[in-house]
């Protein structure tokens, strides 16, 4: 018995425990060990993360391909776990300890600080997990995984080994972004960059063996720079090749201000001659784009700082090499003064000492760590790296071979674009939280790359031993003594990028490379749904190393989808206040709702405007089918054995059959184009439009009057098409689809585990079919084999014809009413022109339905339309409407012109906005979306006006 209200509450829970009990997301089930696999991998989440929107949009879009295949009879593996996030993690349990006033990670060392941060994950990680089974996500749960879990960190040791062993992992010393506060490189994906209001100094500095004079020119070069701190490691100054101004001083010497070291001037198209004074500073060791021009021109790099971002000039050979007694005179001076302060300091002594031309303020992009909020430094240290350039080949070829294919398709140029500038990949960080580096070093630094560390140990020892560094006796020692080993060969501190473990996520949690039989079972995977803003830190790095590893691409589709924005169309952020807690619209909506709207809204390129409104609009929808539901209850609506759809004698059953078979093909080709959006408006209209507000309410006379072969009959159509009903709209509103599954039949098993109405068999054989028949008609309607189900096959053109026209007429005469401002209790009567035999016959069988939902007094047939009637167009066939004492017809005309006149000013108003240049550039996207849709609507608005005024005018 369906309940009188549709509680999500109290559903969800009972409904997630159903599908428990039925294992019903469980991969490899006994009856499907022959299916054709489907598998999606889970991006997964950080295990310290909690739902946002973007995780709910993500999530949404898998379950509904997982929830439809799984229908379709495939083997669908969801592939669920959580990410390590080892710079988040490690952060959110030193701050537990700070809070707790307990020692600090240093305090404890490595081994203790790692135990508690396991504690930590056991009693607090994962949160995200139960999150995402509240939204409804259909993941085989029993097969959870872990980054740091032992499996994924025994592939993530072998890669990395076999990677050293192939040259393509190697130690350098580069730029990174690095982290003063954090103390370890970031990625960009962990760079957020900020506008800062600052300033632009332009500094003179001499040229060698000319006497400084800041009164001329002559004596010196100018340039500009917004972190003047940096200035104590340049290297060069930097003119462009064409810049004639600077021709004839290319090859000499400037003298550094303060330091004086003396530095070339050298040729390079970095600079532009367009900008400030047309040379700039080149600090190798503390700016990337700086860094190129030193390795082309062979520029030592001196790196100023240290860890913390304090002038490090003490004991720094790179920094003494060359300088005077000035220079020297700083170490003292300044060593360890924090980078900011010594900006002023270094300012102060340029103006003092004449060198500082001018200050200009500057607004531009500073990079900020996205967790410790401080500026990030370009950093010179030794750091292990991937060759990304070799592995991205491959990578390259397979997208554009077609391989592997991106939804939408142009962010296949994004995916281009970063993939063939690649750079090396840097994959050490100095954190504690993550997979350690399997990397050890000898007295003389040698390195030792193994999966384990006594693989490690036994090549060292066996290495030196060979060398006669050490006797065999002492090998023997340290191979069963840890202690004296430790003081002999250590491992690097280091640990791994946390996408380093990702990349592998295709195939690690399928059990690589400890078992395969997963991996040949569902390798590749099927498709993966990601965001825009990883397709470069996780989709290229799992193209790179599938391929690399598994000789297959990961995923033959990548559908990539857009951003939730506020209803403004404003990005969400904590600091606007416009963030919407998913959480919350579950707990007040339902996960359903929720869900439909996203999907709804989920068109391919457009980023989704979410309202409160429009989930709640959904949980209206879902309401409407409840009561349908329990409206159809209530009139004995159950399905009968065998019943079958197709062998209906009533034509409103019949139509209800036809139009069933067309909203299940529109919505399996929809979500097979991964259109989700045209995939929800189908079936959403389907129920609303056609279900509920046609069917049901054409269908009421009959339910409700005496016991008859057309009773029973329409009984059991209400009840076949709600049953069709339920499945298509599954895999978006499973709580409350399932519910009704469970209630108004008896079931075999749960609706997630029931077939979908088209299977993948049946779709060839109707492709098939459709080709056959268009190649030799192309009106001809596509016949399925016998062994074809219902509803998916089913067409009555008649039927159609004859409901499909009352529909219309009464939503035309509705429109009408409504365009002309009359009363619903005005009656008027109805007069069909030129109406053949068939078309008087169908008339007269709907009248009563005319007259009720049309407010039609009477319906009538003429040759022609009397003077002074509205006529309508409706599939072909004329309908007249005398309006004469119903309507003021000139009053109605000046109204009709006064809103048109309004509707013109209205997009007058737009075009000038949007054709203001100025405007379009300055204004924010929200803003300028925000027009676009005012004149959308106006437009729309002024469509409607103009066709009631030629009715009008039509009318006399």
Same mark, same amino acid.
């Given at each position: 018995m369906i309940e009188k209200n549709y509680q999500p509450a109290e559903i969800e829970p009972r409904i997630r425990a159903a599908w428990d009990d039925a294992g019903a997301f469980k991969a490899g089930r006994p009856e499907r060990r022959d299916a054709e696999p489907f598998t999606i991998v889970i991006p997964p989440p950080n295990v310290t993360g909690s739902l946002h929107m973007g995780h709910a949009l993500n999530n949404t879009l898998q379950d509904i391909l997982c929830r439809f295949e799984r229908m379709r009879g495939r083997d669908v593996l969801w592939q669920p776990g959580t990410d390590h996030a080892g710079i988040a993690t490690q952060m959110v349990v030193e701050r537990q300890l700070a809070e707790r006033k307990e020692p600090s990670r240093r305090d404890m060392g490595r081994e203790k600080f790692?135990?508690?941060?396991?504690?930590?994950?056991?009693?607090?990680?994962?949160?995200?997990?139960?999150?995402?089974?509240?939204?409804?996500?259909?993941?085989?749960?029993?097969?959870?995984r872990f980054t740091m879990d032992e499996g994924l960190s025994r592939a993530v040791a072998k890669v990395f080994v076999a990677l050293h062993r192939d040259g393509l992992i190697y130690k350098d010393k580069r730029l990174v972004n690095w982290d003063p506060k954090l103390l370890t490189a970031i990625s960009d994906l962990e760079v957020q960059q900020i506008e800062v209001k600052g300033n632009l100094w332009h500094l003179r500095y001499p040229y060698e063996g000319k006497t400084f004079n800041?009164?001329?020119?002559?004596?010196? &070069?100018?340039?500009? *720079?917004?972190?003047?701190?940096?200035?104590?490691?340049?290297?060069? #100054?930097?003119?462009?090749?064409?810049? !004639?101004?600077?021709?004839?001083?290319?090859?000499?010497?400037?003298?550094?201000?303060?330091?004086?070291?003396?530095?070339?001037?050298v040729a390079d198209d970095y600079s532009d001659p367009e900008k400030g004074s047309g040379a700039v500073k080149i600090t190798p060791a503390h700016d990337f784009n700086d860094f190129e021009?030193?390795?082309?021109?062979?520029?030592?790099?001196?790196?100023?700082?240290d860890i913390e971002g304090r002038l490090a000039l003490a004991d720094n050979d790179d920094y003494r090499k060359g300088i005077a007694q000035n220079g020297f005179d700083l170490i003292g001076d300044m060593h360890g003064m924090e980078r900011f302060a010594a900006r002023r300091d270094i300012v102060?002594?340029?103006?003092?000492?004449?060198?500082?031309?001018? &200050?200009?303020?500057? *607004?531009?992009?500073?990079?900020?760590?996205?967790?410790?909020?401080? #500026?990030?430094?370009?950093?010179?240290? !030794?750091?292990?790296?991937?060759?990304?350039?070799?592995?991205?080949?491959?990578?390259?070829?397979?997208?554009?071979?077609?391989?592997?294919?991106?939804?939408?398709?142009?962010?296949?140029?994004?995916?281009?674009?970063?993939?063939?500038?690649?750079?090396?990949?840097?994959?050490?960080?100095?954190?504690?939280?993550?997979?350690?580096?399997?990397?050890?070093?000898?007295?003389?630094?040698?390195?030792?790359?193994?999966?384990?560390?006594?693989e490690a140990v036994g090549k060292a020892l066996g290495y030196y031993t060979e060398q006669g560094v050490i006797t065999d006796e002492q090998a023997h020692e340290m191979a069963v003594d840890p202690a004296k080993r430790e003081e002999f060969i250590t491992r690097d501190e280091d640990v791994l990028d946390t996408w380093f473990s990702s990349a592998l996520w295709p195939f690690s949690t399928l059990g690589w490379p400890d078992d395969e039989k997963d991996v040949r079972r569902y390798y590749p995977t099927s498709v993966l749904v990601t965001g825009f803003d990883i397709i470069f830190f996780w989709v290229a790095r799992m193209m790179m190393m599938g391929l690399h590893f598994m000789n297959d691409v990961p995923f033959p589709t990548v559908y990539i989808h857009a951003l939730v924005r506020d209803e403004n169309g404003a990005k969400m952020s904590k600091s606007k206040g416009n963030v919407i807690d998913p959480l919350h619209l579950i707990d007040d909506y339902g996960a359903d709702a929720l869900r439909f709207t996203l999907a709804a809204m989920a068109a391919q390129g457009r980023d989704i405007k979410l309202s409160t409104q429009r989930v709640e609009g959904y949980r209206n929808f879902a309401t409407k089918l409840w009561n349908a539901s329990r409206f159809a209850e209530m009139n004995g609506c159950e399905l009968a054995k065998g019943f079958d759809a197709t062998q209906c004698k009533e034509t409103l059953n019949r139509w209800i059959a036809h139009e069933t078979s067309r909203a299940t093909h529109e919505v399996t080709e929809a979500i097979r184009a991964y259109r989700f959006n045209d995939a929800a408006g189908a079936i959403y209209r389907f129920v609303w439009n056609v279900y509920c507000d046609w069917y049901l309410e054409l269908a009421k006379p009959v339910l409700t009057g005496p016991d008859s072969e057309a009773k029973r009959e329409t009984q059991a159509a209400v009840a076949w098409a709600r049953d069709e009903i339920l499945k298509l709209l599954h895999p978006f509103m499973p709580y409350i689809t399932e519910e009704l599954w469970a209630v108004t039949a008896k079931r075999d098993n749960v609706l997630a585990l029931a077939a979908w109405p088209i299977q993948p068999d049946d779709e060839i054989a109707l492709e098939a079919s459709m080709q056959t028949a268009m190649a030799g008609d192309p009106l001809a309607i596509p016949v399925m084999p016998a062994s074809a189900g219902q509803a998916e096959t089913f067409s009555d053109p008649k039927a159609e014809a004859?409901?499909?026209?009352?529909?219309?007429?009464?939503?035309?005469?509705?429109?009408?009413?409504?365009?002309?401002?009359?009363?619903?209790?005005?009656?008027?009567?109805?007069?069909?022109?030129?109406?053949?035999?068939?078309?008087?016959?169908?008339?007269?069988?709907?009248?009563?339905?005319?007259?009720?939902?049309?407010?039609?007094?009477?319906?009538?047939f003429d040759a022609a339309a009397p003077q002074g009637s509205l006529q309508l167009l409706v599939r072909g066939e004329t309908a007249a409407i005398p309006l004469k004492g119903v309507i003021d017809l000139a009053a109605e005309k000046t109204r009709l012109e006064k809103e048109l006149a309004k509707a013109d000013a209205d997009i007058a108003r737009v075009d000038a906005k949007l054709g203001n240049e100025k405007f379009v550039a300055n204004a924010p996207e929200e803003v300028i979306d925000e027009q676009r849709e005012k004149r959308e609507e106006a437009v729309g608005r002024r469509t409607k006006i103009v066709d009631a005024l030629e009715r009008l005018k039509a009318a006399g």
């Open positions: 790692l135990e508690r941060v396991w504690q930590w994950k056991a009693e607090s990680g994962g949160i995200i997990v139960n999150q995402l089974k509240r939204l409804g996500a259909s993941c085989d749960w029993s097969r959870e800041p009164e001329d020119p002559s004596t010196f &070069i100018v340039v500009a *720079t917004t972190r003047p701190e940096t200035m104590l490691g340049d290297s060069a #100054v930097a003119v462009n090749p064409a810049d !004639d101004r600077y021709r004839s001083v290319v090859g000499k010497n400037v003298v550094l201000p303060l330091v004086g070291r003396k530095i070339p001037i021009v030193g390795k082309r021109h062979k520029l030592p790099q001196i790196n100023i700082l102060a002594r340029l103006e003092q000492q004449g060198y500082l031309e001018k &200050i200009e303020p500057n *607004t531009h992009m500073v990079p900020h760590g996205d967790r410790s909020g401080v #500026v990030i430094e370009p950093f010179l240290t !030794d750091q292990w790296y991937v060759d990304a350039k070799t592995l991205a080949a491959p990578a390259i070829a397979a997208v554009r071979s077609g391989a592997t294919a991106f939804v939408p398709k142009n962010w296949e140029k994004t995916y281009f674009e970063w993939m063939e500038n690649i750079q090396p990949w840097c994959i050490s960080r100095q954190l504690w939280w993550g997979h350690q580096i399997p990397a050890w070093y000898g007295p003389d630094g040698k390195v030792f790359v193994a999966e384990t560390e006594e004859e409901i499909g026209w009352l529909i219309d007429l009464v939503t035309t005469i509705r429109s009408v009413r409504a365009e002309m401002n009359i009363a619903p209790a005005t009656l008027f009567p109805l007069i069909l022109v030129g109406a053949a035999k068939e078309l008087q016959e169908r008339a007269l069988r709907w009248s009563d339905v005319i007259k009720r939902m049309a407010r039609v007094a009477e319906i009538s």
